[in-house]
């Protein structure tokens, strides 16, 4: 099965409970320069989907398996004049696992409790972001920007801020601060304890 949604404007559609992948050959659907601005996905398969290009300005995916999916040159964001630029998306319970979402402006946008497990962020902006919940084990972050992101509860093991481009301001739970640290090579004891 080929799915093809090239250049198509998608705007405000709904997609529900939509199977949208092939696995005898792990093609996904391809939205490639497709307008999907406040369109809405609900438990959809769109395992290695394509968003090459595509408007995804307040698209909300729900509950859907993205695994693998690639959103190079999307735009989660619009301008609202010179110096006014928004982003706006929601990936809520989605499995965003080796998912391509390097460079994007993802801004303020709401990741919470999906999985990024080997997704590539690098280079993405996720200033503000909700990441609450969300499972980034082994995410590759280099250059991310996550200042001002709630990652309270989300999986951070191996998250090394370090090579992230910023994080001033990043809220996390107290359990995950020794994560953290122990991803920079920071050897957290208890005091008392003897050094090795």
């Known amino acids: 099965m080929r799915c093809g949604f090239a250049h198509d404007d998608l705007r405000e559609v709904a997609f529900v409970d939509c199977g949208l992948a092939d696995p005898s050959t792990q093609m996904g659907a391809r939205f490639v320069f497709a307008r999907l ?32 999916a690639g959103f190079p040159r999307a735009r989660f964001h619009r301008a609202f004049g010179r110096a ?17 979402l390097a460079g994007a402006r993802m801004a303020e946008c709401d990741l919470s409790r999906s999985r990024l497990r080997e997704a590539d962020l690098s280079g993405a902006d996720l200033e503000g972001a909700n990441l609450a919940d969300a499972d980034l084990f082994q995410a590759l972050v280099d250059g991310a920007r996550l200042a001002r ?26 359990d995950q601060q020794f994560r953290l640290l122990d991803a920079m090579g920071v050897d957290v004891r208890a005091s008392g304890d003897a050094a090795p």
Do not use: K, M, W
Request: proline share 0%; with cysteine.
């Open 37 to 68: 601005d406040e369109a809405r996905f609900t438990d959809c398969d769109l395992t290695h989907a394509r968003f090459d290009g595509a408007d995804l300005y307040a698209a909300r995916f729900q509950d859907c398996n993205l695994i693998g």
């Open 84 to 100: 006014v630029v928004r982003s706006q998306v929601a990936f809520l319970d989605c499995n965003l696992e080796l998912a391509d």
């Open 149 to 174: 992101a709630d990652l309270r509860g989300a999986e951070v093991s191996g998250l090394d801020l370090r090579r992230l481009a910023g994080y001033r301001d990043l809220v996390i739970d107290a």
